[in-house]
């Protein structure tokens, strides 16, 4: 009766081709800096919030002080809108910007790690056709 090569020897010498150790490390780095990106994008727009709050309510601040006449107050709420459109455009001006950045550094990262990934494909599967080889010259 033939000698079969045994499947499980095999896959532990495949599992040993394979470390657990160095495979946790770059999902575990990939995270951290896609969280940083984000993390980033995340304060960048608070703080963009935040002014743009601020300079919203000192201008509802003028526009509630008391008014002389009816013309007063109209003036007074056309240049609060005026402000306001001006505003608008700048913030999301500025969150598009954010955006972008977030967009090409996301880009970016999973680039690296896509090339990262292929090439230790290639290099596992040139391993384990490697292995399968020896194995099958061993039992041949």
Known sequence: MPDYPNPTEMMKKLANLYSV???FEDPAEFNRRLASIA???AGRSTKLSSEWAAETIAELKE???QAQSSTEYNEK???FVEKQTELTVKN????SDVARQVQTATLELMMEYSNKMATEAKK???SATQAARTSSKKDG
Do not use: G, I, K
Not at 92 to 95: F, L, P, S, V
């Open 92 to 95: 999301m001006e500025a969150y």
């Open 77 to 79: 709420l056309r240049a």
């Open 39 to 41: 993390l980033d994008a």
């Open 124 to 126: 596992a599967n040139q």
């Open 63 to 65: 526009v509630s002080s």
């Open 21 to 23: 150790e160095e495979n």
